[in-house]
């Protein structure tokens, strides 16, 4: 078989370089782990960064809650107070139109009041028995006259007064005015009353008055309760001649009627 020659010179064959053994570039670190050529063969895991509180986003939650709570508040004290005011401007408005129709009310009966005070006018004389000292006073025209008993054959004289018509006369009938000419003594009279004052729980109380159209008339007066009746008025007694003389109010909202005709009594002493 011919040999092939080489074209060329022949180039020196350089020796082989020894190959060196994992051994030889193995090393440990510092770290304990092992390294090759002076680096580390094992990389060291790197664990993650711990995440940073959000102070700020905090703060700022919890500013809005308190806001949020404070807004809450402020409209349901707004509602609360708004409600307050409606149902005071109500009651308000409520006393107001209570108010109005007193007034109106009042102003009703004051005219009415007055009304009837100018229907008593002219005022009419009344003129008891000649012969019992002929007692006469002035009363309102409005009110109607009842004479029960006319003094007949020396007994008691009886008239009774009371605005429009006098009812039936009885204890607990109340009438603007009782006249009563008693064929009896003043002395009497006024020691029955007595009598009766004595009695528990009366209700009755007098005084001495002065009264008449020449204020020359002198006599008691009786303030409570009507004996024998749950009437209260009042009762003057006086002495006319040998006779003793009763007027008596059954109530007292006849008060200023009965003033004013005190105030217009005469007779023949």
Do not use: H
Request: proline share 6%.
């Amino acid at each position: 078989m011919p040999q092939v020659q080489p074209s060329g010179p022949a180039q020196p064959v350089q020796p082989a370089q020894p190959v060196q053994s994992i051994s030889s570039l193995q090393g440990i670190g510092p770290d304990g782990l092992p390294t090759a050529n002076g680096m580390p063969m094992v990389q060291q895991a790197q664990l993650p960064p711990e995440p940073k509180k959000d102070i700020a986003g905090l703060v700022k939650t919890i500013a809005i809650i308190v806001v949020s709570l404070v807004a809450v508040t402020f409209i349901g004290l707004f509602i609360w107070m708004r409600l307050q005011y409606d149902e005071v401007q109500t009651d308000v408005q409520g006393q107001i139109d209570v108010a109005v129709a007193a007034a109106k009310d009042e102003q009703s009966l004051k005219m009415e009041a007055e009304f009837l005070e100018r229907e008593k006018y002219p005022y009419k004389t009344f003129s008891g028995p000649i012969d019992y000292g002929e007692l006469s006073f002035e009363y309102p025209r409005t009110w109607s006259v009842y004479v029960a008993a006319a003094a007949e054959k020396g007994g008691d004289f009886n008239a009774y007064f009371n605005p429009e018509q006098v009812d039936a006369v009885g204890i607990d009938t109340i009438n603007a005015l009782r006249v009563t000419i008693l064929n009896a003594s003043f002395d009497d009279v006024v020691a029955d009353y007595a009598r009766i004052m004595e009695r528990k729980n009366s209700g009755l109380t007098v005084q001495s008055v002065t009264f008449g159209r020449n204020e020359n008339i002198i006599g008691n007066r009786y303030t409570g309760i009507i004996p024998n009746t749950d009437l209260n008025g009042y009762i003057v007694v006086f002495k006319i001649r040998d006779k003793t003389v009763i007027l008596q109010t059954d109530s007292v909202l006849f008060t200023a009627d009965f003033d004013k005709l005190l105030g217009t009594v005469v007779f023949n002493a």
